[in-house]
């Protein structure tokens, strides 16, 4: 059997070194093509009618002035007459037209008329008195089960008792079964009562669970604490809006540009809406500007896009979103915010969680962050209540529910430790041990925190009074899978002696052009530089989408196996040559030769040469069991540390400097992990103090779709960041995992505790704006 | 569904004789060639659009000669017209310096300037920054910095950087602050365009 | 943007008779930073633009016995990098380089400065400068108005005035020329914002048919002056408050004074009473903070913005102390 574990420290020649990213010359210098700049030959430009209204009935339309524009190619009603809309700057009726002016100039034309209907757009606080239990959405289960790992008896209880609010066909429930969904859950919900949700009901109780037994843990804590914490809905934002342009070179073929996190995913997403099979789609994608975990649909624009192409005689279609419909309705991440109480011991052991907690992810409600976070509190009561509102879908963004989680949950523990007059640092490690498997990475990456912020130096207890500009530091952890997605990985090798490899894969900017190619160069013993890298094309092996992390595990895997294989063909090939085994043989610095013996040696041309005629094209495949062992892993820890000043006069807050420490397995390219961990620190200090998706009740509009007061933190309000990666014995056999989620989890919660050092008092929801953190100090001085 | 760029401006109502009954300001005077003209203080006045004009930029040193409506941005004019694609559009409402060009060595943000007005002025893209196919210095350090991540700001952001740079060679902390303030990053890439700055403060660029 | 004429006269006279008597028609193209923005936005569907960018005499700085002169078409850059300026009116510079950034520092006019509109969301998103719903009850009132005005809001008006350098110029004393069909009128910078009581009026007082052309700044001498602006962000970035402050001082008196607010009203907010509170006194950290408090005595907070009026102290009370202890 070929050896593909990963190389041993001493053995490796790239994997897990400072190499610079290969595709960032494009970068630099413009050559870089996204599909923004993509210009296909006689290409169209379309352009959409988007409903004004938040909650309304399209009444009519009436495209008739479009259509007989000079230069519109396509008029193409997307939601018709009848049609009830969600959310404001959704897709009525889409144009396609020689060029952008001219579709813009038709898309005015359109008269459409609403019925408008009443919306929601808050998500403050529900009322108090909801109707207990209400039907529970075919998600909520899934959630209730799989993430928040609620027993399957307790789910079949639930299920009972207040029913479903979907019909459960047989295809949804052999979907559930293959899933892994009990079997008793699973005829739970054949046989629950049907309860279709409520006329104009914004309120869904997703969650309620009980371990343990709270009210007794809660009678016999020695300290209480109680608190209220919360992280509104923030955008994507990404800088490449979402869209693509879409061309028919013959009547069943489409031929798509798109901006996605997932190449290999979107053909059979687009074959059931276009009534297509997914062979007759290829989907292409140099680089992407950004997705963050909005961007693994075609999206209904992209659809849109593909029909709107077709009747326009099969021309290409370019349909990119406006920066204010890209914040309005191409991505958003669910609030949550939370009323919690702690029960604990004198000496900061903590025993009872209860919460109440509330959010929306729009039009679908969204479920419950993973409650409590990290932490796992012997005995806990918590319920969640989802609002179903107008204000546009949310989709994944980094880290799915636990940045929120983390705010409610690190922010509590936080409250907690001051009420305890213990040094945050202190209750925290004292209270590892009921982290899980986690809790001595926790405690190594404390410590190694705690030196690099001189926390025993700047952490105080919280000032009873404050005047002037204040210090503080906070803390917070986190954790993650990140174990790779599914990939298949082509390396060819050709007798000249080049070398190719594709995969359907993309680089979100992550560095995964970078990543392959140092792990193929690393195992086949020749330069980077030396292998032609192909990504991006639905014409290359599939690979998953880039998302939860998955990618580094899936696409290094896969790539390794891929390169052992054709590694050990090669050297089957040349052994009889150099008169060896090919076990004896070993691939190094563009030579072949005998282990130990540098003068009974082939350059890596000679050896190619000895293929014959033919190329070697070798799949690698992950996961892959038939070719152990496992290459990927999955669970990481990471704690952070923030420093802040905050001015009392005006409760503006800057971050003065920002400490994380990451462990994510074995890491392939420390410079691109590295970064990761900044931008992503970056990303943090942004929603923590900026970020904010604002939407106005009597219009239902979003107020702030642009780039001034949707703030993003600038070049400016970046202090000085350090990273620091664990890497080594204990880490890096435990293989390779992803890095794209963890690092952005803990910062909206070391900042708030940070800043609740510096004034002593907690400023509740992010982000810390100077309103928020003046009300919380007058708050303060007035109790 | 014609082409008649003429049709589509009569019929999508802002025919020029309506627009003059409405503002009641000078008459038209037909010419044989070249644009309409009004009378303006007893002075003719040529009078563009609103259908596309000949118009002709000066881009990297290039000369072209393309047609776009008055309407029609230098960004929107050098992506879709010309291909020149460094130059990114994101905000298109001069917030985000993803489209930052030089116009007389200045930056500025080539969606917030009309083509029509970019004539004349020799207009630098990213694209130009590169000679005999090596990164220019500035591009270099991006590279080493790792000051890129999905990539879609850093045009905008090495231009801005280069002129920032040749007008403050060794930059002060305030001078950073004013002096590059006008470019929006969403991946978290700030820590290493520090780094470029910097590396460039040492060197003196 | 919807379709226009573009026209681009040589001489004043010829800019004013292609304008339009009537607001709606036509609009002046100078920088066009924020211009081309609202017409993205559609929130200024203008048929015709009138690009002011090649009148002769108004760009550029002077300087004489009169004071400053800068034409309406100077730079924001090139006003804040002229040596008269940084040299007699170095806070005038401060303001200038701090505004936007630098991209649109080589782009915007001062006279466009002037003549931006407010940056209120329901006003950029198409609800009018006096926004108002179906019913007719206000929608800033009733909505999210934590960027809104604190001061000057009992009236339909509720954005605040956006440039962040006119305080300044108005504490200086400018005034301002413009130029229209009947030739040129000049007035005080601060009578040339107005708050508009109906929808289709301006917050400024500039006819359909009028151009800004020229800024004019009296001299400085003996002035101790400041700027200071309350920002979430460090660069770029609409601030929450500014304050700017001219004191003339008897010995460690101040004799008189001039302080402007901005971000707190539909117009710039000179404040009497915060001038009056200071005038006779030295200037302490307590005086400065008393007239802090006496400009904000008349201020009223909408539902989501009180935390402005303390913002609007503190930047009164900081631009103060930073005048005393700084120069002109």
């Known amino acids: 059997m070929p050896d593909y574990k990963w190389p041993e420290a001493d053995q490796r020649t790239l994997i897990g070194k400072r190499i610079t990213r290969v595709d960032s010359p494009f970068k630099v210098s413009g050559r870089a093509k996204y599909t923004y700049d993509t210009k296909r030959p006689d290409m169209l430009f379309g352009k959409m009618v988007r409903s004004p209204y938040a909650h309304c009935k399209v009444v009519s339309i009436d495209t008739s002035a479009a259509e007989k524009m000079p230069g519109v190619k396509a008029v193409h009603i997307v939601q018709g007459a009848g049609s009830e809309i969600f959310w404001a700057g959704d897709e009525i009726v889409a144009v396609a037209a020689v060029d952008e002016p001219t579709a813009e100039n038709a898309a005015r034309t359109v008269q459409v008329r609403y019925e408008k209907l009443p919306h929601l757009v808050s998500d403050a606080e529900p009322p108090g008195n909801l109707p207990e239990g209400g039907p529970l959405g075919e998600r909520e289960i899934r959630d209730m089960y799989f993430t928040q790992q609620v027993p399957a008896a307790e789910v079949v209880a639930q299920i009972q008792k207040n029913g479903i609010d979907f019909k459960p066909n047989e295809e949804l429930l052999t979907q559930a079964k293959q899933v892994g969904m009990p079997d008793a859950v699973v005829d739970a919900i054949r046989n629950a009562k049907i309860i279709p949700p409520g006329e104009g009901s914004y309120y869904e109780r997703a969650a309620a669970q009980t371990q343990g037994d709270p009210d007794k843990a809660f009678s016999e804590a020695e300290v209480t604490s109680e608190g209220l914490y919360g992280v509104p809905v923030i955008t994507h934002c990404c800088l490449e809006s979402h869209g693509s342009i879409a061309e028919w070179p013959d009547n069943d073929h489409l031929f798509v540009h798109i901006s996605t996190q997932n190449v290999s995913g979107i053909p059979g997403q687009m074959a059931e809406p276009l009534k297509m099979p997914a062979t007759n789609i290829r989907v292409h994608q140099d680089h992407i500007g950004g997705g963050f975990g909005s961007k693994f649909s075609p999206d209904r624009w992209g659809i849109v896009t593909a029909e709107i192409s077709k009747k326009a005689g099969g021309k290409p279609v370019r349909i990119m979103l406006e920066r204010d419909t890209e914040l309005e309705v191409a991505g958003a991440r669910p609030s949550a915010y939370g009323r919690v109480k702690l029960g604990a011991k004198k000496d900061g052991t903590l025993t009872a969680w209860q919460s109440q907690s509330w959010g929306t992810a729009g039009p679908g409600g969204g479920g419950m962050p993973p409650l409590p976070y990290v932490f796992k509190v012997p005995n806990q009561r918590k319920e969640h209540i989802a609002i179903r509102n107008n204000i546009g879908p949310a989709r994944a963004w980094r880290a799915p529910n636990h940045p929120q989680a983390c705010v409610i949950t690190v922010c509590a523990l936080d409250d907690m430790a001051a009420k305890l007059n213990l040094d945050p640092l202190e209750f925290f490690l004292k209270n590892l041990a009921i982290t899980g498997p986690r809790g001595d990475n926790y405690r190594e990456e404390f410590g190694i925190a705690a030196d690099l912020m001189a926390w025993k130096q700047k952490w105080h207890p919280r000032p009873a009074k404050v005047s002037g500009v204040v210090q503080g530091v906070g803390l917070s952890l986190h954790t993650w899978g990140g174990r790779g997605h599914k990939s298949d990985c082509d390396l060819t090798i050709y007798p000249d002696g080049s070398v190719d490899i594709k995969l359907g894969s993309q680089d979100l900017g992550t560095g995964t052009r970078t990543a392959i190619l140092v792990v193929a160069a690393d195992t086949l013993g020749i330069p980077m530089d030396a292998i032609n890298l192909q990504i991006g094309d639905t014409l290359y092996p599939p690979s998953g989408g880039s998302g939860g992390s998955t990618t580094i595990g899936g696409v290094s895997s896969s790539t390794r196996r891929a390169a052992v294989d054709a590694r050990d063909a090669l050297f089957a090939k040349v052994a009889p040559v150099l008169d060896a085994q090919p076990a004896d043989l070993e691939s190094a610095n563009g030579t072949l030769r005998v282990k130990g013996n540098a003068g009974r040696s082939l350059s890596w041309k000679e050896a190619c040469a000895k293929l014959g005629a033919m190329p070697l094209t070798i799949r690698g495949k992950n996961p892959d069991p038939t070719k152990p062992p496992d290459l990927t892993n999955s669970g990481v820890g990471g704690v952070q540390m923030a420093e802040v000043e905050v001015d009392t006069e005006t409760g503006i807050v800057r971050v003065k400097k920002m400490v994380a420490v990451q462990d994510c397995g074995l890491i392939i390219d420390l410079k691109t992990a590295e970064s990761q961990c900044y931008g992503a620190m970056i990303m943090g200090i942004s929603y923590s103090l900026y970020e904010e998706k604002i939407m106005d009740q009597t219009t239902g509009r979003m107020l702030n779709a642009d780039m001034q007061f949707y703030r993003l933190a600038g070049l400016n309000d970046i202090p000085e960041l350090v990273v620091h990666m664990m890497t080594g014995k204990g880490y890096d056999e435990r293989g390779v995992i992803g890095l794209g989620e963890p690092p952005v989890i803990s910062p909206g919660a070391a900042i708030s505790n940070a800043v609740a050092n510096a004034i002593g008092v907690r400023v509740p929801f992010l982000p810390l704006t100077p309103g928020r953190v003046l009300n919380a100090l007058e708050q303060k001085a007035g109790a | 569904m014609s082409d008649d760029p003429k049709q589509a401006e009569e019929r999508a109502g802002v025919s020029r004789r309506e627009f003059l009954k409405i503002s009641g300001i000078g008459v038209t005077v037909p010419l044989v060639v070249g644009p309409e003209v009004v009378l303006a203080a007893g002075e003719e006045v040529p009078v563009y659009g609103p259908g596309k004009v000949p118009i002709e930029l000066t881009v990297n040193g290039k000369q072209y000669k393309l047609q776009v409506e008055p309407r029609v941005t230098l960004l929107d004019a050098l992506r879709d017209d010309l291909d020149i694609t460094g130059a990114k559009r994101v905000c298109d409402r001069a917030e985000c310096g993803a489209c930052t060009v030089l116009m007389d060595d200045k930056p500025i943000y080539a969606c917030a300037l009309l083509a029509i007005e970019a004539q004349g002025k020799p207009i630098t893209t990213v694209e130009s920054l590169m000679q005999g196919g090596n990164l220019h210095p500035i591009q270099q350090a991006f590279v080493e910095q790792d000051a890129s991540q999905c990539g879609f700001c850093t045009p905008g952001f090495v231009v801005a950087c280069k002129a920032f740079l040749d007008q403050h060679p060794h930059p002060s902390p305030e001078d950073i602050r004013r002096g590059l303030s006008g470019n929006l990053c969403r991946c978290g890439t700030y820590k290493g365009i520090r780094e470029v700055l910097a590396q460039a403060a040492q060197k003196g660029a | ?328």
């Open chain 3, 1 to 328: 943007m919807r379709p226009f004429d573009y026209v681009t006269p040589k001489t004043q006279q010829q800019a004013v008779s292609l304008l339009s008597t009537n607001w709606g028609q036509t609009e002046v193209l100078a920088g066009g930073t924020d211009l081309l923005s609202l017409m993205k936005d559609d929130v200024l569907a203008p048929k015709r633009l009138v690009n002011i960018k090649q009148l002769p005499n108004l760009r550029g700085v002077t300087y004489g016995r009169q004071g400053l002169r800068i034409g309406a078409l100077t730079l924001l850059a090139e006003a804040a990098d002229d040596a008269n300026v940084r040299k007699n009116y170095p806070v005038l510079a401060e303001a200038v380089d701090e505004a936007a950034s630098p991209q649109i520092r080589n782009m915007a006019t001062l006279g466009g400065n002037l003549c931006q509109r407010p940056r209120c969301w329901y006003f950029r998103n198409g609800f009018g400068l006096l926004p108002k719903d179906e019913t007719g009850k206000d929608l800033v009132d009733q909505g999210d108005n934590r960027y809104h005005a604190i001061l000057g809001n009992d009236g339909p008006a509720k954005f605040v005035s956006p440039s962040t350098i006119v305080p300044m110029l108005i504490a200086y004393g400018a005034t301002i020329t413009i130029t229209g069909p009947k030739g040129n009128r000049e007035l005080p910078l601060e009578k040339f914002f107005v708050i508009p009581k109906n929808e289709g009026e301006r917050e400024h007082d500039l006819r359909a048919n009028e151009i800004v052309t020229v800024i004019s700044v009296p001299p400085a001498e003996g002035l101790k002056a400041a700027h200071y602006e309350v920002r979430q962000k460090a660069a770029f970035d609409w601030p929450l408050a500014v304050a700017a402050v001219a004191l003339k001082m008897n010995g460690s008196n101040v004799s008189s004074a001039r302080v402007v607010m901005g971000q707190v009203a539909p117009v710039p907010w000179p404040s009497p009473e915060a001038e009056a509170a200071l005038v006779g006194k030295s200037v302490t950290e307590n005086a400065a903070r008393a007239a802090g408090q006496a400009a904000l005595k008349n201020a009223r907070s909408l539902s989501h913005n009180a935390y402005k009026i303390q913002l609007a102290r503190v930047a009164v009370k900081r631009a103060i102390l930073k005048a005393a202890g700084g120069a002109a």
